[in-house]
C-alpha cells in the first residue's frame, strides 16, 4: 500500500514558478513509477510526467516539456514538480499517482495509487 499527499499547489501569475511535492507513505516507495497528472476544469485527466523508480529515466507531455521537471528522492520518499514559465493553460489540480510498472508509462490506469491533488492556478 502506497498512500501520496501532494503539496505546493497555489495561485501565481504567467511566467511564474512553482514546486509541488508529493510525499509517499510505505517502504516500497522506490519500486514505484511515479507520475503526475491534471485535470482542468471541464477537461478529461492528462498525463503530465513520469519518472523512473531509480530517477534516471522521465517522461513528459510535449505541453510541459521544457518548462516542468520532474524529479525524486527516494530516501524522503518524495516525488517532485518543478513547474517554470507558468501559463493559464497549466491551470489545473495536479495529482501524483504511483504505477508498480517496469517502464515509464502514460497511462492513467496503469497506476495504482493516486493523491487527491492540488489546486494550481496561473493568472494571466
Known amino acids: 500500500q502506497v498512500q501520496l499527499v501532494e503539496s505546493g499547489g497555489g495561485l501565481v501569475q504567467a511566467g511564474g514558478s512553482l514546486r509541488l511535492s508529493c510525499a509517499a507513505s510505505?517502504?516500497?516507495?522506490?519500486?514505484?513509477?511515479m507520475g503526475w497528472f491534471r485535470r482542468a476544469p471541464g477537461k478529461d485527466r492528462e498525463f503530465v510526467a513520469a519518472?523512473?523508480?531509480?530517477?534516471?529515466?522521465?517522461y513528459y507531455a510535449d505541453s510541459v516539456k521544457g518548462r516542468f521537471t520532474i524529479s525524486r528522492d527516494n530516501a524522503k520518499n518524495t516525488v517532485y514538480l518543478q513547474m517554470n514559465s507558468l501559463k493559464p493553460e497549466d491551470t489545473a489540480v495536479y495529482y501524483c499517482?504511483?504505477?508498480?510498472?517496469?517502464?515509464?508509462?502514460?497511462?492513467?490506469?496503469?497506476?495504482?495509487?493516486w493523491g487527491q491533488g492540488t489546486q494550481v492556478t496561473v493568472s494571466s
Open positions: 499517482a504511483a504505477a508498480d510498472e517496469v517502464g515509464l508509462t502514460t497511462t492513467a490506469r496503469k497506476y495504482d495509487y
Open positions: 510505505g517502504r516500497t516507495f522506490s519500486r514505484y513509477v
Open positions: 519518472i523512473s523508480w531509480r530517477g534516471d529515466s522521465t
